[in-house]
């Protein structure tokens, strides 16, 4: 038994997976099925895990293209300097 492939132009298009379905259950082989029904799940659960992907890759890309952002690897961070010495300027009471 394998899963069937024909494809009907008619409007029982629905039919032909359905009827395999009957003859696994009605053959006992449920095994088949449990395994048709794992991959089933496993498809599902990619399809959801790309679109998350995709849909937070588009606003990421946008993001880039929007705001420029210019990363200095070799400039030293100057921020805790510019600090200290604002507080050692301030007036004390």
Same mark, same amino acid.
């Given at each position: ?36 029904? %794992? ?6 659960? %990619?399809?959801? %895990? %790309? ?43």
């Amino acid at each position: 038994m394998s899963f069937p492939t024909c494809i009907s132009n008619g409007s029982d298009w629905w039919r032909d997976p359905l009827r395999w379905v009957v003859d696994v259950v009605a053959a006992g082989a449920w095994p088949i099925l449990a395994f048709v029904a %794992l991959q089933v799940l496993l498809a599902y659960t %990619l399809g959801l %895990l %790309l679109w998350r992907m995709a849909v937070m890759a588009v606003p990421v890309a946008r993001m880039g293209v929007t705001f420029d952002f210019d990363l200095n690897r070799q400039h030293p961070d100057q921020a805790a300097a510019s600090a200290t010495s604002a507080t050692s300027a301030s007036p004390t009471p």
